[in-house]
């Protein structure tokens, strides 16, 4: 069965830091793109990064562009996304979904929430 | 950015009827727009992708068209379980976006 996991939300203070975990099972992890996808309370869907099968190419939402690196490990079967800086705006859902370039995300995570507040 | 916008927000549906969402770019995606289905705390579900191929294991009650720059959903006959909110993306530019999405409610 294809599935994403994720892992390591929780509450934050603002400009502290988290790490995001989303492991992999079902498919062959490294040919293909994922990414980062997230929902603030009562809103929609909000794009914030994508990472290709090798890791090498990336892309960010401007809104966290320098303050977030998404990257892959591929022998474990894991994306990442860290987070630094975070910003009470950064309160969200986050999910993470499979889906290369000109693809559309087939497989989503159940999703990991994190809240930033004092 | 491409901006997506959905139309309407909110679409008020008896049960067998027939809705249809639209969704309109910016500038032009080409076909390569996906709509998603999501439920009350569920992750959102790949309907449609390529404009107008369904998913695996979709319904095939849900249909998409359109190309460029329009873009419709349509579910021919709504069931209860299509009740829920709809999202259009692109995967065409950098940064992807999605449409602010369309709540599909029971009229």
């Known amino acids: 069965e294809v599935q994403l996991l994720e892992s390591g939300g929780g509450l934050v203070q603002p400009g502290g830091s988290l790490r995001l975990s989303c492991a992999a099972s079902g498919f062959t992890f490294n040919n293909y793109g994922m990414n980062w996808v997230r929902q603030a309370p009562g809103k929609g869907l909000e794009w914030v990064s994508s990472?290709?099968?090798?890791?090498?190419?990336?892309y960010y939402a401007d809104s966290v562009k320098g303050r977030f690196t998404i990257s892959r490990d591929n022998s474990k079967n894991t994306l990442y996304l860290q987070m630094n800086s975070l910003r009470a705006g950064d309160t969200a859902v986050y999910y993470c979904a499979k889906g290369g370039w000109l693809y559309a995300y087939d497989i989503w995570g159940q999703g990991t929430v994190v809240t930033v507040s004092s | 950015e491409i901006v997506m916008t959905q139309s309407p927000a909110t679409l008020s549906v008896s049960p067998g009827e027939r809705a249809t969402l639209s969704c309109r770019a910016s500038q032009s995606v080409s076909s390569n727009l996906a709509w998603y289905q999501q439920k009350p705390g569920q992750a959102p579900r790949l309907l449609i992708y390529g404009a107008s191929t369904g998913a695996t294991g979709i319904p095939a009650r849900f249909t998409g068209s359109g190309s460029g720059t329009e873009f419709t959903l349509t579910i021919s006959s709504l069931q209860s379980e299509d009740f829920a909110v709809y999202y259009c993306?692109?995967?065409?530019?950098?940064?992807?976006?999605f449409g602010q999405g369309t709540k599909v409610e029971i009229k």
């Open positions: 993306q692109q995967y065409n530019n950098w940064p992807r976006t």
């Open positions: 990472i290709g099968g090798g890791g090498g190419t990336t």
